[in-house]
């Protein structure tokens, strides 16, 4: 097996390892908890009086979920990025290992991080530009 192989045999198990623990956290929360606890305010919004970087994430989310595609990337664009490279890096890859197909995995590079930090850095900076300028509160 190949040192890229390896990677992404590593990368694939984390992934299922995410996805799982994502799916057994949201199911406590969602049959168990969300009546009992209370939402969170942010803190950079409450102390600096500016959007964090994650700002709006819960709301892409929410958004993707429902097929409101568009909204979602308003809200923050990382959301709907991450559905697809992830998405697409976990489905090829399970077919992969499957026998579906010959090797045709998606492979991974760095540019994914890369594209993922100037998704977060441009949404930061859009979004409190638009706060802090123009008064634009999302």
Partial sequence: ?????????????????FLGLGGCLWAVYFFLLRDFLPQMPCLFDRLLGIYCPGCGGT????ALVHGRLLQSLWYHPLIPYTAVIGGGFMVTQGLDR????????????????????????GNFLVKNALRLVWGIVM
């Fill in 59 to 62: 709301r892409a989310l929410t």
């Fill in 98 to 121: 499957l026998g579906i197909t010959d090797g045709k995995g998606w492979k991974y590079h760095n540019w994914y991080v890369y594209g993922a930090l100037i998704l977060v850095a």
């Fill in 1 to 17: 097996m190949g040192k890229g192989k390896e990677l992404e045999t590593e990368l694939f198990h984390i992934g299922l390892l």
